[in-house]
């Protein structure tokens, strides 16, 4: 059974830093593509950064640049968002997925959601 558990979510003020994990089981994480994604209290579910198995580079949505950083650590398994100088509107609930090797860019995979296992959530909240 496929299943995708993450956390490390949490409070956290304006200027902290946190590190999301995403823990795969059921198969082999390997070459697949994988993406954070969240969603805010009242707003639609968005691409945060996304790494295409076709790609080279990942993609990052522009408030995020320069602070996040997404990597995998395919011994373990496991998806990490590295997030640093958080603001209040990074709040929301995070998630992690991931999809077969597919021929797509990493931009395409984020602003498309092309994913086909996701996590339930961790929950960031950054406020003072």
């Known amino acids: 059974q496929v299943q995708l558990v993450e956390s490390g979510g949490g409070l956290v003020q304006p200027g902290g830093s946190l590190r999301l994990s995403c823990v795969a089981s059921g198969f082999t994480l390997d070459d697949y593509d994988i993406g954070w994604f969240r969603q805010a209290p009242g707003k639609g579910r968005e691409g945060v950064s996304c790494?295409?198995?076709?790609?080279?580079?990942?993609y990052y949505t522009d408030p995020v640049k320069g602070r996040f950083t997404i990597s995998r650590d395919n011994a373990k398994n496991t998806v990490y968002l590295q997030m640093n100088s958080l603001k209040p509107e990074d709040t929301g609930n995070y998630y992690c997925?991931?999809?077969?090797?597919?021929?797509?860019?990493?931009?395409?995979?984020?602003?498309?959601?092309?994913?086909?296992?996701w996590g339930q959530g961790t929950q960031v909240t950054v406020s003072s």
């Open positions: 997925a991931v999809h077969p090797p597919s021929p797509h860019s990493s931009r395409y995979i984020c602003q498309m959601h092309a994913m086909d296992y």
């Open positions: 790494f295409s198995s076709s790609d080279d580079a990942a």
